[in-house]
Structure formats: C-alpha cells, structure tokens
C-alpha cells in the first residue's frame, strides 16, 4: 500500500483549528469516537478504532488494523488479500473543516505513514479516503467494538462488500418467467413472448439502475434476460452482466459469457467464435455458420463449459433430425 506523508506547519496548523469553533470541534470529535469496520461479505478488512486524545497529536488517537497486502483498484472490490494483521498507530490528527486528517505510522517502519482523511456520513458510517491515492473513498460502518481483521482470505479470490447478500426475489421470478415462457416449444406464440421479453428487459433495467442487484447469481439471470433480446446491443448487454456475474465469483455463469458473445458476433454479420449457437433457418438445414471453428481450441471450450468441436457437430446433427418432428434446436 503505497504510503504517503505531508508535513503542515504550525501556523497552517493553527489556521485550521481556529476556523471553527471549539465546541464544534469537540462535537464532531465526539461524534466519530469509537470503532468503524469496511466489511467485504462476512469477512472484515480495516478496523479503525478512534479514542478521544488529550495529548499534542490532535483531537484522536486510535489505530488502523488491515491485512499485510491487498490491492484495489476501484476502491469497491479488493484482491491478494493476505495478512499478517498489522496495525498501524495514529500518531497525529487535526480537522479540516468538517474533514478530519489523521496520520497512521507503519509498526515496521517509523517513517512509513500515511494520511487519510474522514467525513462523517451519518452517525452509522464514515467514509475515509487516502491522501494522494486516487481512488473513490471507503465507507466504513460502525461497530459495537471487539472487531478484528479476518484471516481466511483465499489467494486469486476479489471480494466485494456485498459478497453475503442476498440474490434479488423480483430478479429470481423475472428469470424465471423468462424461462417458463420457452418450456412450450416447438408450440411457441412468438409475437407474445418477444412483448414479454422486452418488458422483462425492463424490468431488469430497472433493478440495474436501482442497484438492486448484487449476487453473481442476480447477474447470471440478468444475462439470460438479455440474451433473449432483439438487437446487438441487448446481446452485448447480456455478455457484460455475465462478465460481472464471472468476477463476483459465480461460476455457472462461464457458459452463458460465451453465448452472449456468440450471439452478439452473429447479430453484428461475423462469426460466432464459440459455438454456442444453432439457427433453424427456413427449408434449410439446422447450422451454425457464421462460425469460426480455428479461433478458439477445444481445450478453451471445454474450460468454459462448451462443447468441443466434435460434440457440437453430433449436437447439430441430432437437432437436425428432429427439426421435422418436433421443430429442431430449442431456443437458447
């Protein structure tokens, strides 16, 4: 973590403190005293315990607790999560406003510190953001104290601070329907289903603007949705939704990355790259051309939970021979 120190002068120093009031300072140095955690699902990353300081180091005193190593590129996700926990020391603060500053001393390395600054939200959440690094600021929540840094951190795994929610019901039945309205085929009223669709897209539109989704699993039906779509556009969508789905760690969703781009490259007039895609056109045999069969080997199909060339042609075969008896390849 990169570590970054500012020297302020006593006159700068002084400046800053008489801007306010004394009792507004001690009011909000009241306000952010005691202990504030940024959690990632079950798992605790930074505990940052305040205590009211009556020394020449300013208003607080306290320490930042976090694991040896992590990287974050966004602020919102953290990755190489490994401890030890360390614990570094504050060992100076003042306010800015109504921004306090406070400096952490590395426990290793007595020139090693860093400047963070805190805003208090509302009286559950503060929101800290490192001096110099830009990145968006964390939020941490309030805790009842007795908090410590986890240590099951798994190597290669991102973790997120929605990590233990709860998959979205609305999104759940939205899939759902999306499912049930293709169990009838070959008997399927297309002009219907293609309205209900486009409200299902809607509707999961809606959820995404609202942020209502935050499961791998929420992400992964949001797919399916917009696979079913009409236009490059919802097709590109649905490859995204499935990416996101990938990268909170849901892994069901490898197939579904793949289709979403076939289909996307296809409904742009170029080829799928990965086979997942099998069309009925009219009086013509079942096929899957546009299709690049040299791009991508077998061995990176079968990674992503494709079917290799060679199952893919007896797939197609067998669509094809049911196509008069029962209308061919189902509707993907």
């Known amino acids: 973590m990169t570590r970054v120190w500012r020297t302020l002068s006593f006159v700068a120093m002084a400046a800053l403190v008489v801007s306010l009031p004394r009792v507004v300072l001690a009011q909000a140095s009241r306000a952010v005293i005691g202990q504030w955690t940024l959690k990632l699902g079950s798992r605790t990353l930074f505990v940052l315990d305040l205590e009211p300081s009556s020394g020449q180091s300013g208003p607080v005193r306290g320490s930042l607790s976090r694991p040896a190593h992590f990287a974050t590129s966004?602020?919102?996700s953290f990755s190489n999560v490994e401890?030890?926990?360390?614990?570094?020391?504050?060992?100076?603060?003042?306010?800015?406003?109504?921004?306090?500053?406070?400096?952490?001393?590395?426990?290793?390395?007595?020139?090693?510190?860093?400047?963070?600054?805190?805003?208090?939200k509302d009286k559950n959440d503060v929101q800290v953001?490192?001096?110099g690094i830009p990145l968006p600021p964390f939020t941490l929540a309030r805790s009842p104290g007795g908090a410590t840094v986890s240590d099951d951190w798994h190597s290669g795994q991102r973790y997120f601070?929605?990590?233990?929610?709860?998959?979205?019901?609305?999104?759940?039945?939205?899939?759902?329907d999306d499912q049930s309205a293709r169990k009838s085929w070959p008997n399927i009223d297309w002009s219907t289903v293609s309205k209900a669709d486009a409200a299902r897209r809607a509707a999961t539109m809606r959820l995404l603007n609202a942020g209502a989704l935050h499961s791998g699993e929420d992400f992964e039906w949001a797919a399916n949705v917009f696979q079913h779509g009409s236009e490059p556009s919802d097709f590109l969508m649905a490859h995204t939704l499935a990416i996101i789905a990938l990268r909170k760690g849901y892994s069901d969703a490898t197939w579904i990355a793949a289709a979403t781009l076939d289909r996307y490259l296809q409904a742009i007039k170029q080829p799928q790259i990965y086979g997942t895609q099998f069309l009925n056109p009219d009086d013509k045999p079942t096929t899957q051309e546009p299709y690049d069969?040299?791009?991508?080997?077998?061995?990176?199909?079968?990674?992503?939970?494709?079917?290799?060339?060679?199952?893919q042609l007896h797939q197609l075969q067998k669509y094809d021979?049911?196509?008069?008896?029962?209308g061919g390849a189902p509707p993907q």
């Open 161 to 176: 601070p929605d990590d233990d929610a709860s998959s979205n019901p609305e999104m759940k039945q939205i899939f759902a």
């Open 293 to 311: 069969r040299t791009l991508i080997p077998d061995t990176l199909r079968r990674l992503l939970g494709v079917p290799d060339l060679s199952s």
């Open 321 to 326: 021979s049911q196509r008069h008896s029962d």
């Open 129 to 131: 953001e490192i001096h």
């Open 74 to 76: 966004d602020g919102m």
């Open 83 to 120: 401890g030890p926990t360390e614990i570094d020391r504050i060992v100076a603060s003042q306010w800015e406003g109504d921004t306090l500053s406070f400096t952490t001393q590395s426990p290793k390395d007595a020139n090693d510190k860093t400047i963070y600054k805190l805003t208090l």
